[in-house]
């Protein structure tokens, strides 16, 4: 089965020989606090920047997940109160899981088919923090890093905050524009889930000491000093960490991985564009997202489209949120391969 899930996601072809590595030179059990670990950990960081094109002065920080992310950035960056702009579920989440934790949390909602005007977005004096969700996973919308330079130039004394859960390592991202980027390893990493990376600029940093939260095992502070020696204030998942390291030492460097998903994303655009019965679901160009794509049908075509890609072995993305019967969603993360993503485009000219 090829997996076009938009997250738990096909992994790198190479994983599986790495996992077996890993285990034959002994690192599933190495202590956390050993000197092989620190090497594991301070090679992957340095290759990730290297490939992702992080600037030097950023912190990088293993956590469990994305959604791990959300709750640190509430708890160690902000006093009082955030501004989320939301045009799908995940934001919706981001804001809500904040929302619990500091009332104040302000969103702004705005719909997925339309481009973000950031000039007309008032953000109020209070807000700490913007949260922008750069791809939208459930509905296959993105923010391009010129709407991020926009909103970052309107309000320069604010901190950005960028979930990039499904478009970090996929496709280029501008990491000066912003504050604090996050994502977790099993979408465009092609990586199994369980790893999740919290990346902080020096004004991130330097807001959580004027807050100085240090109350929880995660809190950036704690994180923080562990992390100047490479290690991290629990028992990180090693395996994954050294996984990561290996995967992206044989990869290209990020802008030459999107230029291929973005390429791969405008054949999709148009490949759909002719198949009977499906529709695109977002009608703006501009606002597609490059490593997901969702497309539109009546419920029962979509139903029917997802079991007959089954059958002949191909896992397509169910719908997500309030799109979760009228969509299905296909990854377009860099693990998968040019034949199997021509395969599954013969399989939609012929499925009916
Ligand atoms: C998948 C996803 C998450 C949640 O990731 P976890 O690793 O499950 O915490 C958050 N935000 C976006 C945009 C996602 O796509």
Redesign the pocket.
Known sequence: MISFY??PSQLYSQVHDFMREAAEEGFLSINHRSKEFVEISRSTIEVLKDKLNIPSAYTVFFVS????CWEIIAQSLIKKSSFHISNGA?AE??YEYTNKLLPDAKRLEFPFDLELNPQSINIPAESEIICI?Q???SNGTQITNEIIQEIKNKNPQKLIAI?A??SMAGIYLDFDLADVWFA?V??CFGLP?GL?LMICSPAAIEKAMQINDTKYYNSLLSMLEKMKDWQTSYTPNVLNIYLLGRVLQDLPNIKIISQRIENIAIDYYNYFREIPGLRLLVKDQSLRSATVIAIEGEMNEIKRVKEAAKEKGFLLGNGYGKWKDSTFRIANFPAIADDDINNLKKFFKSYK
Do not use: C, I, L, R
């Open positions: 938009p997250g997940s994305a959604t791990e995940f989440k981001w969700t791809n939208e996973t979930d859960t499904s977790s099993q979408k889930a999740g």
